[in-house]
């Protein structure tokens, strides 16, 4: 009489099975993975945007208004204290950028995304403005949801 021979390992259908929920769990890992990623590289944008402010209105208390130093030099991007966010590091995903004074008493201050971070459709552009009035443009979430902390 013949001994059957046991089979160990594992089927060609086991093996795809395993494998299938081996790549469903990755790609659910990655997508939260950069959701994440975006969502601190906004928080440090808008920690830029807060300061840009507060420089604004430690010129105003100076100047008297927004748009000129004390001296009587333009306020534009190039004399923000961080024209990019984050403040450190080499790559940038936000330009910060100064709108102008449309009148002397006013101002807005734009993050605009970059290098990757356009992805971000929820948030897109985060403003700011001299009453701290905080808002998005061109994103599909709310303002609340995007300056959340």
Request: aromatic share 6%.
């Amino acid at each position: 009489m013949m001994k059957s021979k046991k089979q160990t390992g594992f089927s060609l259908l086991e093996l795809l099975v395993a494998m299938s929920i081996i790549v469903i769990l990755a790609t659910l890992a990655v997508t939260s993975y950069q959701k994440q990623i975006r969502k601190a590289r906004r928080a440090d944008a808008k920690t830029v945007l807060l300061e840009t402010a507060q420089f604004m209105e430690r010129n105003y208390t100076e100047a008297n208004r927004y748009d000129q130093d004390s001296v009587g030099n333009a306020i534009n991007n190039s004399t923000l204290p961080h024209p990019e966010s984050p403040v450190d590091g080499n790559r940038k995903f936000y330009d910060i950028r100064f709108l102008g004074a449309p009148a002397t008493q006013t101002f807005t201050i734009d993050a605009i995304p970059k290098n990757g971070q356009e992805k971000d459709t929820l948030c897109a552009t985060l403003r700011i403005d001299e009453t701290g009035k905080k808002n998005i443009v061109g994103g599909t979430g709310s303002v609340g949801k995007c300056w959340a902390r």
